[in-house]
């Protein structure tokens, strides 16, 4: 078992794995000291639990359990935290479990348990996630921002956190939804081109054809084409090219004052 302790004050993290070690001293454990860690982590290593605190400095807890569960297998999630009671209990319907600080030894018992139960059951636990990504969308505020990032998958299945201002434009081609970079690369997303309108949008994407999306902030130029039509032509590495629907060439219009 890997489990990877998220938490910006050493003492903390020290006290957590002392305690886990006692309970869990086969397991590998990581250690992260701040949301982003944490991330960096759960794509490079094959973790299986998250100890995540709240409050962390840049990208918090809530923000990086958003897209930890956005994982297509995601580790499980309990929140190690000195949340106030209230929040606790609204954690404990989303995550798998909770622990309040100071931990008590057995408190933690009670989630190995639960980990344990839910490692071996692992299919049970992807019901939660429905309900995680709900409680975290609801939950994650303008004091608390969701992460600007979008996971995304190579050709050799690495998984990677793309930056939203990296994106030049995703596509949708047979089925399946690609983004390119700024830097030029093609990778594979695990969302609907709608799903992924909805979520880009206020981050200054816009649909300007039926399959494509694109970053305002990438547009270099709009070429005239045939019979009235245009060309969107990115800033991108390749310089790339698409076609401006004329469906939607009135909202790129309204945005940004062209023509």
Request: proline residues 4%.
């Amino acid at each position: 078992m890997h489990i990877l302790i998220a938490d910006d004050e050493k003492p903390a993290r020290g006290e957590l794995r002392y305690m886990l070690g006692k309970l869990a001293g086969t397991a590998v454990y990581h250690e992260a000291t701040n949301g982003q860690e944490a991330l960096d982590w759960v794509a490079r290593e094959p973790i299986d639990v998250v100890f995540l605190d709240i409050n962390m400095p840049g990208v918090n807890g809530l923000a990086a359990a958003a897209a930890i569960s956005e994982r297509p297998d995601p580790p499980l999630i309990v929140f190690a935290t000195a949340y106030d009671a209230h929040a606790v209990r609204a954690f404990e319907l989303a995550a798998l479990d909770y622990v309040v600080k100071p931990f008590s030894e057995q408190r933690l018992a009670q989630t190995m348990i639960r980990i344990r139960q839910a490692l071996s059951e692992r299919g049970s636990y992807l019901e939660r996630q429905t309900a995680l990504r709900g409680y975290l969308a609801s939950a994650t505020d303008a004091a608390q921002p969701r992460l600007s990032k979008l996971w995304a998958v190579r050709d050799n299945d690495t998984r990677v956190l793309v930056d939203y201002a990296e994106i030049a434009w995703l596509e949708a081609d047979s089925k399946k939804v690609y983004l390119a970079t700024t830097a030029g690369e093609k990778l594979l997303v695990r969302h609907t081109l709608k799903e992924l309108e909805t979520r880009l949008e206020p981050h200054n994407f816009l649909r300007i054809h039926k399959a494509y999306l694109v970053n305002l902030n990438q547009i270099a130029e709009v070429i005239p084409w045939f019979s009235g039509t245009y060309q969107v032509r990115l800033a991108d590495a390749n310089r790339t090219e698409i076609p401006l629907s004329r469906q939607y060439a009135q909202t790129l219009k309204q945005k940004t004052g062209l023509f």
